[in-house]
């Protein structure tokens, strides 16, 4: 949506009175206007900065669309506090549809924040700085109302007690800490924030020293418990694999923080792997390690879902349906073309599924997409277990591969390596699992390609190359559901 003309205080054009939706929609359009933003950010930084810095350049690195409430943005901005002392400062940012629902919630922020330092002296360096021609607040890193475990999570001194006491290195083994290091790596404002920790330690017996990584998450909720939870149930079904997979290890979990700690998963994830694919024109040797790489993620799923089962929802074919039941409504009041072809599909998936014996249930591990696989060396690692349920083994390796097609949609000169390295993937995983059917599998394949579409298009349907990529996921669903009910019909 382009905005022209003068706007009024929500944003919009003065002559137009659009719904909360439609403000919410202009704003991701204002969020492209790079000068704008970039004069923006030069003052909310003057006035949060403890020290004068210039903007150099930024980046938005989430944005989350809740359709007549907000949008949450998070911002990586460069910055110099001085020649050639360059630094980078995270931002965090909640766009409302008006500026009275801005001010609002920054008075509730600002208020929140000063009932947390009671104690405090002086008049405190403001928390949150009001853009009112966007309805926009916007924060510091680590200040944040609902993650206030952020704070102590990023405080050096407190961090280093804490993992000096729970690391089974330190309590156990006689190594002692040097350093400690901290950087958020994935920051959903008020929802969720991982970190990761750099631990530098000694061990003065041996004359040794060691370089390892911690990952750290917080979250808005209890939700927390039940982190902690999947990570040693996940940990000791990697254990028990005999080297098929491997794990994040917990650490430590502090209830008061909302606040989990993790071992680190070594390698590189997945999709890593494929960027670095040539496009024109692949080595043999690195489509044939590539095939091998998938060869072993085939054993690692296998593997995981022989484990016993977790806690967690049931992630059956109704349930899957009905979790995208609200994004495919709004979608109507967007795409209604795509919507209706959608709705289509979703209607001959249900049919098909009806008529399709379904497998037996096992572990899910509910996102596993080619970002939550890591390779190291010949290992696979597999992280991020939040979504953790019970699910047909189908699911899993269905959204496996619907990552893989979304990635050749989206990089069409890879297409002639990716589509026989998928078909490897798919044989691999149904030779070393004969209790699924292939037609089961195209049916989960074409219920997830057209799920994506619907995960997807809040963060991305207000740009143009957007409509063409979902295109391509129905299209390759409408394949895998033609394949599911010709194949069924031979048997």
């Known amino acids: 949506m382009s905005i022209r003309g003068p706007l009024n205080e929500s944003g919009m054009p003065g002559d137009v009175t659009p719904d909360a939706a439609e403000i919410l929609t202009s704003r991701l359009e204002q969020l492209r206007d790079h000068d704008r933003m970039k004069v923006v950010l030069q003052r909310a930084l003057d006035d949060l900065s403890p020290r004068p810095v210039q903007v150099q350049d930024f980046e938005i690195t989430y944005c989350k669309v809740k359709p007549w409430r907000d949008v949450s943005l998070a911002l990586s901005v460069d910055s110099q506090h001085g020649p050639g002392t360059p630094c980078r400062q995270l931002v965090s940012g909640t766009m409302w549809a008006t500026i009275d629902d801005a001010r609002t919630h920054l008075r509730e922020e600002l208020a929140s924040s000063h009932a947390a330092e009671p104690g405090r002296i002086g008049r405190p360096r403001p928390s949150a700085f009001l853009v009112p021609e966007l309805a926009t607040v916007l924060r510091l890193f680590p200040a944040d109302s609902i993650l206030t ?284 699992a004969p209790e699924v059917s292939p037609q089961r599998l195209a049916l989960y394949e074409a219920l997830d390609l057209s799920a994506y579409v619907l995960r997807n298009f809040r963060k991305q349907s207000h740009q143009a190359r957007w409509l063409k990529w979902a295109t391509g996921q129905i299209d390759s669903a409408w394949e895998r559901l033609d394949y599911a009910t010709r194949a069924r019909r031979k048997q």
């Open 149 to 432: 475990s952020l704070v102590p999570a990023t405080d050096v001194t407190r961090m280093t007690a804490l993992l000096s006491e729970n690391m089974p290195e330190c309590r156990d083994e006689g190594w002692r800490m040097r350093d400690l290091e901290v950087e958020p790596v994935h920051y959903k404002p008020g929802r969720l924030c991982t970190l990761r920790y750099g631990v530098t330690l000694d061990h003065f017996e041996r004359g040794e020293s060691q370089r390892l990584y911690l990952f750290g998450k917080a979250y808005r909720d209890d939700r927390w418990r039940q982190s902690f939870e999947t990570l040693d149930t996940t940990w000791k079904a990697s254990v028990a694999s005999g080297g098929a997979w491997q794990a994040a290890r917990p650490i430590a979990a502090v209830g008061p923080w909302r606040f989990v700690v993790q071992s680190a998963v070594p390698g590189e994830r997945f999709r890593t792997v494929l960027s670095d694919l040539t496009p024109d024109n692949a080595r043999p040797e690195q489509l044939r390690q590539i095939g091998r790489h998938l060869e072993a993620v085939a054993r690692a799923i296998h593997s995981m879902q022989q484990a016993p089962l977790g806690s967690g929802p049931r992630l059956d074919v109704a349930a899957l349906l009905a979790a995208q039941r609200r994004n495919l409504d709004y979608l109507h009041t967007v795409h209604e073309t795509t919507a209706r072809e959608l709705e289509r599909l979703r209607t001959e998936i249900e049919r098909v599924a009806a008529a399709t014996p379904a497998c037996d249930l096992v572990l899910a591990h509910g996102d596993f997409a080619h970002g939550n696989v890591m390779l190291n060396g010949n290992d696979v690692g597999i992280i991020d277990f939040d979504r953790m349920g019970q699910a047909e083994p189908t699911y899993d390796v269905a959204y496996f591969l619907t990552h893989l097609t979304s990635f050749t949609l989206r990089h069409p000169r890879r297409a002639a390596h990716m589509q026989p390295l998928c078909d490897h993937f798919r044989t691999a995983y149904l030779e070393m």
